[in-house]
T-cell receptor, first 111, second 117 residues
Framework: AQSVSQHNHHVILSEAASLELGCNYS??????LFWYVQYPGQHLQLLLK??????LVKGIKGFEAEFIKSKFSFNLRKPSVQWSDTAEYFC?????????FGTGTRLQVFP | DTGVSQNPRHKITKRGQNVTFRCDPI?????LYWYRQTLGQGPEFLTY????????KSRLLSDRFSAERPKGSFSTLEIQRTEQGDSAMYLC???????????????FGPGTRLTVL
C-alpha cells in the first residue's frame, strides 16, 4: 500500500540549531511531494512542494527540502530554527489526486 | 478572507445523532476534498469532488457518511447515527486541478472538530 513515513515523531531543539526532518514514501511511480505545517491553533499551511525539475526545493520561512528519488525521500531542512517554528510538520505525497500524509513530526523550539 | 472556510468549527453531539458540516472552498477552485484527522495522525483522505462530481470515496467512508457538492461550489459532509469512533477533526481542502494533471496544490480550511459523547 502507498504510505508515507515520518520517523521523527517529536523533535526538541534550541533556537539557532539546524533541523532535518525525515520523510520517506513507498510508491514506485511518479509522485508530487509536499510539506505542510500546522502552527498551534492554526490550520494546515503549505510549506513547500516538489512537482518536477530541481530536486532542491525552497519554501517559505527559510525551509528547503531535497527530493532523492533513489531513496524515496523528501527530507525537510532549515539551517537555523526559531522559536516561531514550533509546530507540527506533515509530509505528503499524491500518487493520485488525493494526498497521503505521514503521521507528522512535532517540533518544539526553545529560546 | 478568501481562504477555505468550514462551519461549524466545533460540534458536540450524542451518539446516534446526525451531524452535517459545511465547507466553502476558495472561489475559483474546482476541486474539493474531505479529510479526517485523529489525534497523533496525519489527515486521511475521505472523498473528493471535481466540480459537482464525486470522483473518489475512501473505504474509510462508511455508509453512514455522505458528501455532496450540488452546484460545484460549497460542499456538505453528513454523518448519520454518529459513533464515538467518529470523533475527529474533519478537514476540507480545495484546489484548481486540470483533468489528467496532478499538479494542483490543496489549500486547507480550519477544520470542524467533532466530539461524539
Amino acid at each position: 500500500a502507498q504510505s508515507v513515513s515520518q520517523h521523527n515523531h517529536h523533535v526538541i531543539l534550541s533556537e539557532a540549531a539546524s533541523l532535518e526532518l525525515g520523510c520517506n514514501y513507498s510508491y514506485g511511480g511518479t509522485v508530487n511531494l509536499f510539506w505542510y505545517v500546522q502552527y498551534p491553533g492554526q490550520h494546515l499551511q503549505l510549506l513547500l512542494k516538489y512537482f518536477s525539475g530541481d530536486p532542491l526545493v525552497k519554501g517559505i520561512k527559510g525551509f528547503e527540502a531535497e527530493f532523492i528519488k533513489s531513496k524515496f525521500s523528501f527530507n525537510l531542512r532549515k539551517p537555523s530554527v526559531q522559536w516561531s517554528d514550533t509546530a507540527e510538520y506533515f509530509c505528503a505525497v499524491n500518487p493520485t489526486d488525493k494526498l497521503i500524509f505521514g503521521t507528522g513530526t512535532r517540533l518544539q523550539v526553545f529560546p | 478572507d478568501t481562504g477555505v472556510s468550514q462551519n461549524p468549527r466545533h460540534k458536540i453531539t450524542k451518539r446516534g445523532q446526525n451531524v452535517t458540516f459545511r465547507c466553502d472552498p476558495i472561489s475559483e477552485h474546482n476541486r474539493l476534498y474531505w479529510y479526517r484527522q485523529t489525534l497523533g495522525q496525519g489527515p486521511e483522505f475521505l472523498t473528493y469532488f471535481q466540480n459537482e462530481a464525486q470522483l473518489e470515496k475512501s473505504r474509510l467512508l462508511s455508509d453512514r457518511f455522505s458528501a455532496e457538492r450540488p452546484k460545484g461550489s460549497f460542499s456538505t459532509l453528513e454523518i448519520q447515527r454518529t459513533e464515538q469512533g467518529d470523533s475527529a477533526m474533519y478537514l476540507c481542502a480545495s484546489s484548481f486541478g486540470l483533468a489528467g494533471a496532478r499538479t494542483d496544490t490543496q489549500y486547507f480550511g480550519p477544520g470542524t472538530r467533532l466530539t461524539v459523547l
